[in-house]
């Protein structure tokens, strides 16, 4: 009964590449988030997303983009991956923002490595 | 200026010490304040939070905020082997988002 999952796991990739990583949440949350850990373990968050809005780190290069088939679902598309896209991709979720945003559920992780 | 600053790890202690973790934050209008833990390999889990000021306790774990002086701290007290992990200390800001400090890499050793 996994509360957020992600797949793949593991993604290895060539620059230049496009990809995609799925995200599903089953704990009927309404808003969802993507973040990014670098190699020295700093999360930095990338997106929220509910199904009113959509917040985008300023910082975020807009070859990343966050779709949303439904509430519980966000995956992340990548367009022509760059080495420095190298990095563990979280998934994570909450209630709605007004009550709960300090208490997220993250996913296990996907670690992206770009050649 | 980072949002949050934490105190650069690792840190390694012996079963049964007294762990005190540390962050500073820039913006005096941050109201929540977490602590999550972060195992190897694994997505970060929420341990404590504490709202404004003050002290929280949970088992072995408080959480404590000094507004006056925008500082973060965990304790941990007859730390185990099994609180061997990362720490990372957290606010809330404005939109909701969630900013990390940079995480500190806790070992207790058997």
């Known amino acids: 009964d996994t509360a957020v999952s992600q797949t793949p796991k593991y993604l290895v990739t060539q620059m230049g590449n496009d990809k995609s990583i799925k995200c599903e949440q089953n704990?009927?949350?309404?808003?969802m988030y993507w973040y990014k850990q670098d190699s020295k373990k700093f999360l930095k968050i990338m997106f929220s997303y509910n199904n009113k809005e959509l917040i985008i780190n300023e910082t975020v290069p807009n070859r990343f983009s966050p779709k949303s088939p439904d509430k519980a679902h966000l995956n992340l598309h990548i367009n022509s991956l760059e080495l420095g896209d190298s990095a563990v991709y979280f998934c994570?979720?909450?209630?709605?923002?007004?009550?709960?945003?300090?208490?997220?559920?993250f996913g296990p992780g996907t670690r992206l490595t770009v050649t | 200026q980072k949002e949050v600053e934490q105190d650069p790890g690792p840190l390694s202690v012996p079963e049964g010490a007294i762990v005190s973790l540390n962050c500073t934050y820039s913006n005096s209008a941050f109201q929540y304040f977490m602590w999550y833990r972060q195992y190897s390999r694994k997505g970060p889990e929420l341990l404590m939070y504490t709202y404004s000021s003050g002290n929280k306790e949970d088992g072995r774990f408080t959480a404590q905020v000094d507004k006056s002086s925008k500082y973060i701290s965990l304790f941990i007290r007859d730390s185990q082997p099994s609180d061997s992990a990362t720490y990372l200390c957290a606010t809330l800001t404005g939109a909701n988002n969630l900013f990390f400090g940079t995480g500190t890499r806790l070992t207790v050793i058997p």
């Open positions: 994570a979720s909450s209630q709605e923002p007004a009550g709960a945003a300090y208490e997220q559920y």
């Open positions: 704990l009927g949350h309404d808003t």
